[in-house]
């Protein structure tokens, strides 16, 4: 989707799947364009938003993710992208 380098801020999400402005929201997860309180107008992928986050992107872009263990990558990521933290090379 987006290399990890370009993600400038990662936390959890903590609302549910807001006002759909496109998309399908609720069969099988919430995918597609929506707008919330917390983040405005964003992209979705979640299907449990018990287990979701959201990332901004440098291009100020939104995005809210979920997976199994989502505190794990949320710390995962934010620990790479510390500002001075080593970053693995990309190829």
């Not at 069969?27 to 449990?48: E, I, N, P, R």
Request: include cysteine.
């Amino acid at each position: 989707m987006f290399p990890i380098d370009c993600i400038q801020h990662i936390d959890v999400y903590n609302e549910e799947a807001g006002i759909r402005i496109f998309g399908s929201g609720g069969f099988w997860g919430f995918v597609g364009l929506f707008y919330s309180k917390q983040l405005g107008k964003h992209s979705a992928y979640v299907g449990d938003y018990h287990e979701a986050f959201y990332i901004i992107l440098n291009s100020g872009k939104k995005v809210v993710l979920s997976c199994e263990n989502r505190d794990f990558i949320i710390s995962s990521i934010t620990k790479r992208n510390a500002p001075n933290s080593p970053k693995q090379p990309t190829n």
